[in-house]
């Protein structure tokens, strides 16, 4: 079956725009993740969805950063007013609960 | 939340050759242990889990991680390795009393396999 997908898979913006990140999670798989990748890094946790709420978004930098998942499906991450510090690889994965979590490809953010 | 500590960034090897890549958590708290593995240019992989059970657990491609709670530490091996595992390898731990089952990465080990 398809796996995790993400769209774009590069975006590039200048300082102080505001981006959005799209994830399409495993059909099926009721729990999504974002985490976030810097260059030399294994990645960091950002939030994690149940259904449609945000059941732990303590990983989320600032308030410049949010995300959404109105139908319990597709995920939007969003950023405001990027800045140069937030470029970096964002990661979505999806589990079936407590089961293992498949990772999509990535988005790579570059802040100009 | 947990640390993860992977003690080796790069790794080089010689085709053929064992590898270990070594990794340490934090705490001896009820733990699910993972290696993910990225092969360059692609996402990453589930390369094996610990849950529960064998302490002892193993891939379909030849690698093996044993889990020692005393030692907090799930290292990866391999007995003999091929130019394909060229890869970075990702340690990662879950808490399963933290209800979120969040991944705490660590630092990611290089691993370049020569002929």
């Known amino acids: 079956g398809a796996g995790v997908s993400q769209t774009p898979s590069n975006k590039v913006t200048e300082k102080g725009k505001y981006v959005e990140l799209r994830c399409d999670p495993i059909?099926?798989?009721?729990?999504l993740y974002w985490y976030r990748q810097s260059l030399g890094q294994g990645p960091e946790f950002l939030i994690y969805?149940?259904?449609?709420?945000?059941?732990?978004d303590s990983g989320l930098p600032n308030d410049r950063f949010f995300a959404v998942r109105p139908e319990g499906s597709v995920s939007t991450l969003k950023i405001q007013r990027t800045e140069r510090g937030d470029s970096a690889v964002y990661l979505c994965a999806s589990s079936l609960a407590t089961d293992t979590q498949y990772f999509g490809p990535g988005t790579r953010l570059t802040v100009l | 939340a947990q640390s993860v500590t992977q003690l080796d960034s790069q790794v080089p090897v010689f085709e053929e050759a064992p590898v270990e890549l070594r990794c340490n958590y934090s705490?001896?708290?009820?733990?699910?242990l993972f290696w993910y593995v990225q092969y360059p240019n692609q996402g990453l992989q589930l390369l094996l889990k610990y849950l529960s059970g064998s302490t002892l657990v193993e891939s379909i491609n030849g690698f093996e991680a044993e889990f020692n709670k005393s030692q907090t530490s799930f290292h990866l091996r391999k007995p003999s390795v091929h130019i394909s595992d060229t890869a970075e390898y990702f340690c990662a731990v879950s808490d399963w009393g933290s209800n979120d089952y969040k991944l705490s990465f660590g630092a990611g080990t290089t691993v370049t396999v020569r002929a």
């Open positions: 059909s099926g798989h009721t729990a």
């Open positions: 705490s001896s708290v009820s733990v699910y």
């Open positions: 969805f149940q259904g449609t709420g945000a059941a732990d």
